[in-house]
């Protein structure tokens, strides 16, 4: 039985209000992880975890038209670059492999710890499942399919998933690395196969609003670069979050980094900017062939149907299976992050504390892996029955919202625990510095609240940004009325109980 201590702390409430258990000798060597990164691994793997974002799933934004798309897209690479700054400079500071949680509960105690990783935690969760879905949708249009055995796929990869995690993560980033590059690899062939093929004017430029305030195609094009004006910019933010979401999820590698306090920020960096220019070159090339802005916004495979323009439909299938991988190197490492999401919060007591047991020989978080993969599933399955056999283009814009909702909530309690850490930690040693201080911050929240509103006022997709609110706050009620009351002293926690102090 474990017993249970409670911490009374000063005035900071760093510590107020929770109860820590007394743990057994062996109970964080029964939760230990192995360094298997270096910068380029984690480089890739930061891109890898996103570049499905540049595949599927973003072009239901270009509804709004391009312009408005574009504009949207040049507003979310700005906002990622600060937070990623902002980000890079905590993950050097406070190396922990708690990612966001680690990062608010330092400066916002456990409560805004635990409100930080939850939002996290359903990123996480749906930015896989997501990825599963696109890609069931690719290999159904690739091997002739029928629509109703999407679940089929659905369940092999991530059987296929948890079979490599058995691995090793070691073994899992590695394939991650090679499948990712790949993945990049594609995207730059379709670029240079789009060279001379591209109509601006006749193509990108082809929705106008119609008298019901809906898109409508403009055959011949030369329509507005912004049929909605601002509003349309706004509306198309979230779908130009989605090909940048998830980098931040690098900082939960820090106990599986050589140098986290080095590499991992450098990482962050460089791979908003990569995936930036291959960002603006998707949404180029992507509109300005076949059928333009137009056919593209109602796309459930893009890039295939790019591939398809160009070489047909026969040469486009052995393309676009090469270019699932993008959708399984993103799928792959979003689960692994989920299940380090899991592992740190369940480390700590915020989450059931069996679930952060790894595996006794590779080390991996194979039960957190678990969980969050049949939670996963289970989401899909719930959303497939319900109406995505009918609507499937509706089915990923939900969960492309849902999963945008969590990450903006994130990124706020993210960039106001970057504020808090400047101000009433400044003797904290960082390695790295965010050149952008916390007027980016302030940017980044900014950016982040607007893109929150916008989903709320957005007539189709408003009902999943609730949906996900409504998960986030049966989250914060279980941990107000029963896990806060069964904390564990793990590095984060003693990091912030001792007021920013390495634990003893």
Not at 81 to 95: D, Q, R, V, Y
Request: glycine share 12%.
């Amino acid at each position: 039985m474990q017993e249970q201590t409670t911490i009374v702390g000063p005035a900071s409430s760093n510590n107020v209000g929770v109860t820590y258990q007394t743990v057994g000798d062996g109970y964080f060597e029964q939760r230990t992880l192995q360094r298997h990164a270096g910068f380029f691994t984690l480089l890739i793997l930061g891109v890898g975890a996103v570049i499905a974002g540049q595949y599927s799933g973003w072009n239901l934004g270009l509804a709004q038209g391009f312009g408005s798309m574009l504009v949207a897209l040049l507003i979310i690479a700005f906002m990622y670059l600060l937070l990623c700054s902002s980000i890079g400079e905590m993950s050097a500071a406070l190396p922990h492999t708690g990612g966001a949680y680690s990062f608010a509960r330092t400066t916002l105690g456990p409560w805004g710890g635990f409100s930080t990783g939850l939002a996290e935690n359903i990123e996480f969760i749906i930015a896989p499942a997501g990825n599963m879905f696109f890609m069931g949708t690719y290999l159904c249009a690739i091997f002739d399919t029928p629509p109703e055995w999407q679940p089929l796929w659905w369940l092999a990869g991530y059987a296929l998933m948890l079979l490599l995690s058995v691995r090793g993560l070691g073994v899992s980033m590695r394939v991650v690395v090679v499948i990712t590059l790949a993945a990049i690899g594609v995207l730059v062939f379709f670029f240079i196969a789009c060279l001379g093929h591209t109509d601006f004017t006749g193509n990108t430029l082809n929705i106008a609003a119609g008298a019901d305030g809906k898109a409508v195609e403009v055959v011949g094009g030369d329509g507005p670069w912004l049929p909605f004006g601002l509003t349309g910019v706004m509306l198309a933010l979230p779908f130009g979050v989605y090909m940048f979401l998830a980098i931040e999820q690098l900082p939960l590698t820090a106990e599986e980094s050589h140098d986290p306090t080095r590499h991992v920020p450098r990482a962050l960096v460089l791979g908003i900017l990569i995936l930036a220019l291959l960002a603006v070159a998707v949404l180029y090339c992507s509109a300005s062939i076949g059928g333009g802005s137009f056919a593209m916004s109602q796309s459930g495979e893009p890039l295939l149907d790019g591939f398809r323009t160009l070489f047909g439909h026969t040469a486009s299938k052995l393309l676009a299976g090469v270019a699932v991988l993008g959708l399984a190197a993103s799928f792959l490492a979003g689960s692994f992050a989920a299940g380090r999401n899991i592992y740190s919060l369940s480390r700590a007591g915020y989450l059931p504390t069996y679930l952060s047991v790894t595996h006794p020989v590779h080390k991996t978080p194979n039960v957190a892996l678990l969980a969050g993969s049949l939670f996963a599933f289970g989401l899909l399955l719930v959303l497939w029955f319900s109406f995505g056999r009918e609507n499937p283009a509706l089915m990923g814009g939900i969960m492309v919202s849902m999963i945008v909702f969590a990450g903006m909530v994130s990124y706020i309690l993210q960039s106001i625990a970057f504020i808090r850490l400047r101000k009433r930690h400044p003797q904290l040693a960082r390695p790295y510095r965010s050149p952008y201080g916390i007027p980016g911050a302030v940017l980044v929240i900014v950016i982040a609240a607007m893109t929150l509103l916008y989903q709320f006022l957005d007539p189709l997709y408003k009902w999943a940004a609730l949906g996900a609110a409504a998960w986030y706050l049966v989250g914060m009620a279980y941990f107000a009325f029963h896990r806060r009351h069964r904390l564990v002293l793990s590095p984060e926690e003693a990091f912030a109980v001792n007021s920013g102090q390495d634990a003893s």
